[in-house]
Nanobody, 130 residues
Framework: QVQLAESGGGSVQAGGSVRLSCVASGYTYMRNCMAWFRQAPGKEREVVASIHTNTERSYVDDSVTGRFTISISQDDLKNTAYLQMNSLKPDDTAMYYC?????????????????????WGQGTQVTVSS
């Protein structure tokens, strides 16, 4: 199985920065695409960014382009996906979830749909105050 553990959420003022981390462990071959989703109260879950672990090709949603970046570090035992969030706005307030799946590189960055992901973290809350 694959385990995902997120960290780095919290409260920040508008204009500030937060970096989220997601450590993926277990069955490397089952998780070559990692992504960040978010869900705000009363809204649908949406993809924020994704990255393919082999090619390191990435996708960043238009709503956060220029402010958020996704990156990855890897070793033999685990992958860690980072979401660097800068110039945060109150609209960025949401629960942020890390997800992983084994998927074609093109699907990973096309952008991917939440329904395509097999593994999910518990979520980490990001609250941006004005």
């Amino acid at each position: 199985q694959v385990q995902l553990a997120e960290s780095g959420g919290g409260s920040v003022q508008a204009g500030g920065s937060v970096r989220l981390s997601c450590v993926a462990s277990g069955y490397t071959y089952m998780r070559n695409c990692m992504a960040w989703f978010r869900q705000a109260p009363g809204k649908e879950r949406e993809v924020v960014a994704s990255i393919h672990t082999n090619t390191e090709r990435s996708y960043v949603d238009d709503s956060v382009t220029g402010r958020f970046t996704i990156s990855i570090s890897q070793d033999d035992l685990k992958n860690t996906a980072y979401l660097q969030m800068n110039s945060l706005k109150p609209d960025d307030t949401a629960m942020y979830y890390c997800a992983a799946v084994r998927i074609h590189p093109g699907r990973c960055t096309s952008p991917p749909r939440g329904s395509e992901f097999d593994y999910w973290g518990q979520g980490t809350q990001v609250t941006v105050s004005s």
